[in-house]
């Protein structure tokens, strides 16, 4: 596992909301199932004193933690309020953000991320479905039936795309290791990069499919740094030139991030890239 | 969104870059009285999202003289088939170099990225990839209240240090502005000073209503209805409508049913906590497109329900053929509502791409 195991406790910022509520149940549910310490405590400023789901709640995340053992966040406030709570995180020191929620205005995401760089957290997201460690913890919204414990990493750009190789990788008996959604915004805190390095001091990870798409060039500056075996999968070979496809980072501009080059840029450093995703249980099978 | 050049151009000018006098005419009448203002010389300047403006013709140097005809010449034109509805009149600038500079976000370095180069006027994109070294760039993060001296040093070389200061000025918009790009292209010496020429500005569109912008002009009318339901929609050009939740499997479906050659009309992404209600309208908006000759709906979800998903397909009532796939809970129940009304549910996202395919052929 990485980011995070059984022992990692977790605080749920924007608890009362509807979302917010509603995963700390499902997180709890999963950390119950598995052991783990799940989460600890809920943050809403004004809310203090109230309880979602069998969870305290509290005005800060630093009133939370007189009280509680955390190292990780999970954000469901607006996006408005993400930028702001990123930081709340990361002052309070703690060491990992992951933050769920959509349409956080791209600046307010940069200086976040800037901001938890120097107080030494690392975010995860915006706008991702946060990451799933199969046996150990899920901090986020991914669907757990569809998973299985293994040996094969999951890095995506999207949700219900990782759900689908997820899905196609469990029924060919490739288990995960941890599955990482890193969001769909132009700018992201951990990426493909980042979560590689992780996997790299993994033992448990043995190969890692890489889920990416339009707009951009993570996905080949994250496998030209990898020495681990890599296939990929990169959607929106259809997409036209200009078009926000669904993701605010799903774009080609300027003539940059258009799938096809992508592809052939990954091919190039020798990383097998599906054209469809029913391919990618194969091409792990071929590179394990 | 992208701002017109005479919005951004205002905006520059109140953030202290120096800008060419001038006006905004929304018909040839209203340039007569304020000619005067403009000297005896002026540049006419068609206000139209389309690129390559200048070599379509909607860019026109005028005098006093023949400035009312040119005018009128100038709104009955379309430039790529987009009417002339608006024109910026500015003072002529005597051009003696011209440079270029923007701010833009970098994605890799979660920076703002600023280029500048001393050969202005030309696509930066050709000119990166074909001469590098001629373009200068500094990545700087939006922690930072003003660019430091020294960035400034590396980025201006030679260049005249007045253009430091309209950097700054320009990064400060970039921020006030919730900018995805500002960009002077070209930013020029005359022998009256340095001036932007042009103006460019794109607000990223999750920050609009703290921009004062209610309406987000880059959307078509169905785009912008989509929006409402809360829906992310793209048209294209083909016979299939595509409903799909998530972006990336919506945006995989498309590529799916061009791998097996078909053509997809839309993308539409109904986003999380797919009810029966937010499907009917994704269903019927679809299905408004007159092109749409069959409809796939992929949806996979861990908290989908299925059953709801289905009432929903059923209740939009459309014509076109809707083939189904969908995984979450009570699957069961949902394939059966579907099977009791005659719509087609398959077992992989692979399979109903298949179909709807064969049945556009």
């Known amino acids: 596992m990485i980011y995070g195991d059984r022992s990692t406790g977790v605080i749920v910022t924007g608890a009362t909301g509807k979302q917010g509520a509603f995963h700390i149940a499902l997180m709890n549910e999963y950390a119950r199932k598995v052991g783990g310490v799940g989460v600890v405590a809920g943050v809403t400023p004004g809310k203090a004193g109230q309880e979602v789901a069998g969870v305290p709640v509290y005005n800060s995340i630093r009133d939370a933690l007189k009280k509680h053992d955390a190292s990780a966040s999970v ?42 760089r120097i107080h030494g957290c690392d975010v995860i997201g915006p706008n991702c479905p946060g990451l799933l460690s199969p046996g150990e913890i899920k901090m986020g919204i991914m669907p757990v039936h569809l998973s299985s414990r293994g040996h094969i990493g999951v890095i995506s750009r999207s949700g219900t795309l990782t759900y689908e190789i997820v899905d196609q990788l469990t029924r060919a008996g490739l288990g995960q290791s941890t599955i990482v959604g890193i969001g769909g915004d132009p700018v992201i805190g951990q990426t493909f990069r980042d979560v590689l390095r992780r996997f790299e001091e993994d033992d448990q990870t043995k190969a890692v499919v890489i889920l990416g798409e339009v707009g951009g060039s993570l996905e080949e500056e994250g496998a030209r740094a990898t020495d681990l075996p890599v296939a990929a999968y990169i959607a929106g070979i259809s997409a036209p030139p200009e078009k926000r496809m669904g993701h605010a980072g799903a774009i080609i501009e300027g003539g940059e991030g258009d799938a096809r080059s992508k592809i052939a840029r990954l091919k190039e450093m020798g990383v097998p890239v599906a054209s469809r995703p029913s391919e990618v249980p194969r091409l792990i099978r071929e590179i394990l | 969104m992208k701002l017109r050049e005479h919005e951004a151009m205002k905006i520059f000018g109140e953030h202290g870059i120096p800008v060419p006098k001038g006006f905004l005419i929304h018909s040839p009448a209203e340039l007569g009285p304020r000619m005067g203002e403009l000297g005896d010389r002026f540049v006419l300047k068609a206000q139209v999202e389309v690129g390559g403006r200048g070599k379509s013709g909607g860019i026109l140097v005028a005098n006093p003289s023949n ?29 003696q170099k011209e440079y270029y500079a923007s701010i833009a976000i970098d994605r890799s370095t979660k920076q703002a990225l600023i280029l500048f180069t001393d050969q202005g006027g030309v696509d930066i994109e050709i000119l990166a990839k074909e001469n590098p070294d001629a373009v200068r760039k500094a990545s700087l993060p939006l922690l930072m209240r003003d660019i430091p001296p020294f960035m400034l040093r590396d980025l201006l070389g030679s260049s005249p240090k007045e253009i430091g200061s309209i950097l700054n000025q320009l990064f400060r918009v970039f921020c006030a502005k919730d900018a995805l790009l500002a960009e002077i292209n070209p930013l020029v010496a005359t022998p009256h000073g340095i001036f932007a020429a042009d103006a460019k500005l794109i607000i990223d569109d999750n920050a609009l209503s703290r921009q004062g912008i209610t309406l987000n002009r880059d959307l078509t009318e169905r785009e912008r209805e989509a929006e409402k339901h809360g829906f992310s929609y793209v048209e294209l050009n083909g016979d299939i409508g595509v409903i799909g939740n998530g972006a990336g499997l919506t945006m995989a479906t498309l590529d799916l049913i061009e791998y097996y050659d078909g053509k997809a009309a839309n993308f539409l992404d109904v986003g999380g906590g797919a009810d029966q209600e937010r499907v009917m309208h994704a269903v019927k908006l679809v299905a408004a497109d007159p092109s749409v000759k069959v409809i796939v709906v992929n949806l996979l979800g861990g908290i989908t329900r299925c059953d709801e998903v289905a009432r929903g397909i059923i209740s939009a009532g459309v014509v076109q053929p809707i083939i189904v796939r969908l995984a979450g809970t009570n699957e069961a129940e949902g394939r059966q509502i579907l099977d009791g009304s005659g719509y087609r549910m398959m077992e992989s996202m692979e399979q109903a791409v298949k179909a709807a395919v064969e049945a556009v052929q």
């Open chain 1, 75 to 116: 954000l469901f406030v607006p996006g408005f309020a993400a930028g702001d709570s990123i930081m709340e995180a990361a002052s309070a020191g703690l060491s990992l953000v992951v933050a769920i929620t959509e349409h956080i205005p791209v600046h307010d995401t940069m200086r976040a991320i800037s901001y938890a």
């Open chain 2, 67 to 95: 400035g009312a005809r040119l005018a009128e010449e100038l709104f009955k034109k379309e430039i790529k088939g987009v009417p002339i509805r608006e024109v910026l009149a500015v003072e002529y600038l005597d051009i």
